[in-house]
């Protein structure tokens, strides 16, 4: 498809066990956001990639977050020892090079559930 | 206190008004502003990008921002029960590099 692809689409998992999420940019964009959502809650940055350059990880929560991206392509979020409070939609959203007239494209997500 | 504000609704109106939803923000180096539509289990989808203080209008929809309140609005005239989603406003300081920071959104919905 020509969207940003996320899978899977609805995770539960339990308490202590790690999660990957994946995520598959539209072909050629250069930039790569994961944000996550919590209910009722904006969007809250996580990672950004761009290019080559050193990933932005300021966003993420605590050191059991991680996300690399190979190839300048497909990117995969890790969780590791979930905890109930990181239950969330995990979404991630690539864009074309230059400045923000790019729009953004958002996938549709990946529910967590960490029961 | 959040840098972005934005009060949650539910916003119910019925269809054919006009729909004001508004965000209000504290960091003044904001300089780019969006507004995002988020149907329910979906992804936000960009509705309006405007750089600086001033009006932008697209179809029924109008985005308006006042950088010397810190405040922006979306309009959105000739509502339809289509329009019935959440209505994020998003910022940002520069062009690229970083990301945006969200309000946490507004719930519309259109009656019929």
């Known amino acids: 498809g020509a969207g940003v692809s996320q899978s899977p689409s609805n995770k539960v998992t339990e308490k202590g066990k790690d999660v990957e999420l994946r995520c598959d940019p539209i072909?050629?964009?250069?930039?790569l956001y994961w944000y996550r959502q919590s209910l009722g809650q904006g969007l809250e940055f996580l990672i950004y990639?761009?290019?080559?350059?050193?990933?932005?990880k300021s966003g993420l929560p605590s050191d059991r977050f991680s996300a690399e991206r190979t190839g300048g392509s497909v990117s995969t979020l890790t969780i590791q020892r979930t905890q109930q409070e990181d239950s969330a939609v995990y979404l991630c959203?690539?864009?074309?090079?230059?400045?923000?007239?790019?729009?953004?494209?958002f996938g549709e997500g990946s529910w967590l559930t960490v029961v | 206190q959040k840098e972005v504000e934005q009060d949650p609704g539910p916003l119910s109106v019925p269809e054919g008004a006009i729909v004001s939803l508004n965000c209000t923000y504290s960091n003044s180096a904001f300089q780019y502003f969006m507004w995002y539509r988020q149907y329910s289990r979906k992804g936000p989808e960009l509705l309006m990008y405007?750089?600086?203080?001033g009006n932008k209008e697209d179809g029924r929809f109008t985005a308006q921002v006042d950088k010397s309140s810190k405040y922006i609005s979306l309009f959105i005239r000739d509502s339809q029960p289509s329009d019935s989603a959440t209505y994020l406003c998003a910022m940002s300081m520069d062009t690229g590099r970083r990301a945006l920071t969200f309000g946490s959104g507004t719930r519309l919905q259109v009656q019929p």
């Open positions: 959203a690539s864009r074309n090079s230059g400045g923000f007239g790019n729009t953004i494209y």
């Open positions: 072909s050629g964009h250069t930039a």
């Open positions: 990639f761009q290019g080559n350059s050193a990933p932005d």
């Open positions: 405007t750089y600086s203080s």
